[in-house]
């Protein structure tokens, strides 16, 4: 395969680990937002779903998702996709948004949802998954998934 410029990986398993290792002073995040929680596990996503829905529901959640949008939105979209990243056999690789856009047509119906936006890409397939865009339409109630975990299985199953 040929590309017309260089690709810019981005790796984006620190962002992930920081819903672990950066936890609000909440005591459900504390409670549940453990490194022994959130292994990268299929199940795991649950969890995470959940505190989404905690940031969504709760006015402690509103302020933080105020304050720290894109943040968030890129922890939790690089947990989810970090899930699948290692469901899929290490087929994909993390990489600059923009870099992609520019190699393949794959992009062409999508923008940015937040600033230093990554996706995962598949050389070997062509194939572009966008957890990070998954993640903001679902918080902004645009997303085609009821929750990440039928984002994650369906993704995982293609």
Not at 51 to 61: K, M, N, P, S, V
Not at 83 to 107: A, C, M, P
Not at 108 to 114: A, C, D, F, T
Request: aromatic content about 14%; glycine content about 4%; overall charge neutral.
């Amino acid at each position: 395969m040929f590309f017309r410029s260089k690709l810019i990986k981005n790796d984006k398993k620190y962002s992930a680990e920081m819903l672990f290792k950066d936890v609000s002073s909440e005591k459900w995040d504390k409670d549940n937002l453990t490194k022994a929680n959130l292994d990268f596990s299929i199940d795991s996503v649950r969890l995470v779903n959940e505190y989404a829905d905690r940031l969504i529901q709760t006015e402690f959640g509103q302020q933080l998702l105020k304050e720290h949008h894109d943040n968030l939105i890129t922890r939790i979209g690089a947990y989810v996709g970090e899930v699948i990243k290692h469901h899929k056999d290490g087929q994909y690789r993390w990489f600059d948004f923009n870099s992609i856009r520019e190699n393949t047509v794959h992009l062409n119906n999508y923008s940015i949802s937040v600033q230093d936006e990554s996706v995962l890409y598949s050389k070997k397939m062509d194939d572009v998954l966008c957890p990070i865009y998954e993640v903001k339409q679902y918080f902004d109630g645009k997303s085609k998934y009821s929750n990440f975990l039928e984002y994650v299985e369906v993704t995982i199953k293609k």
